[in-house]
């Protein structure tokens, strides 16, 4: 089964740092990636992926991936931190062949602080 | 476009009482999600319908958790009886179509309080 692993609960950042977020992958075949993000009381936002292609993924609010099939990751940055970047971070991989269905791990709460 | 739209967005309940949740999709997505994410994890899919067909349920708890999908359209979840571990916010999702690559759009859930 495909999945996907978020090693930090939390991350802190001052505002205007680079921050990551990092997710590591474990899949047979090719990943499909994803990074979604979750504002309180929100439901989960698209923020971009990874199918194919150029291993830098550019996404909404000014967001990027790298995808690392070395090291099969796929860390969320952005090169200068806002407060309103404060949520709770999902990486998440397309799992099936016939019917397939996005399969997330467990989150990272990034912290933005002024 | 409209959103996908899920109510209530609260309920508590007491433990043995039973619950419903509604989800309307955006028009002509035919593929519906219904997942579960209990605090501090990721959230978990219960249940997958292409069109009003169940394509995937191997992780819902079938003795308590029922779902339906009536014309492809708006979906329902249903809880009875509910248990105290069933506390958690019940996400929809839509997409185009099961290999969809967009992506999956979200309704804001509805927060379920078993007490």
């Known amino acids: 089964a495909q999945s996907v692993a978020q090693p930090e609960d939390q991350v802190n950042v001052a505002e205007g740092n680079p921050l990551t977020v990092k997710c590591t992958y474990s899949v047979s075949g090719n990943p499909y990636l994803f990074w979604y993000v979750q504002y309180p009381n929100r439901g989960l936002q698209f923020l971009l992926k990874y199918i194919t292609g150029d291993n830098l993924v550019k996404g909404s609010y000014g967001f990027e991936a790298e995808f690392n099939k070395s090291q099969t990751s796929f860390h969320l940055k952005k090169p200068s931190a806002l407060v309103s970047d404060s949520a709770l971070y999902f990486c998440a991989v397309r799992e099936g062949t016939g019917f397939q269905k996005l399969v997330f791990g467990t989150g990272t709460r990034l912290l933005v602080s002024p | 476009e409209a959103g996908v739209a899920q109510s209530p967005r609260y309920k508590i309940i007491e433990k043995r009482q039973s619950v419903a949740f509604w989800c309307n999709p955006i028009s002509g997505h035919a593929t519906l999600y219904w997942y579960q994410q209990i605090l501090g994890q990721g959230p978990k899919l219960l249940i997958q319908f292409q069109n009003n067909g169940v394509v995937d349920d191997s992780q819902l708890p079938k003795d308590r958790f029922s779902a339906e999908r009536l014309k492809g359209v708006d979906s329902t979840l249903k809880i009875q009886p509910a248990k105290l571990e069933d506390s958690a916010v019940y996400l929809c999702?839509?997409?185009?179509?099961?290999?969809?690559?967009?992506?999956?759009?979200f309704g804001s859930g509805t927060r379920l309080t078993v007490v």
């Open positions: 999702a839509s997409s185009l179509d099961t290999g969809s690559l967009y992506g999956y759009t």
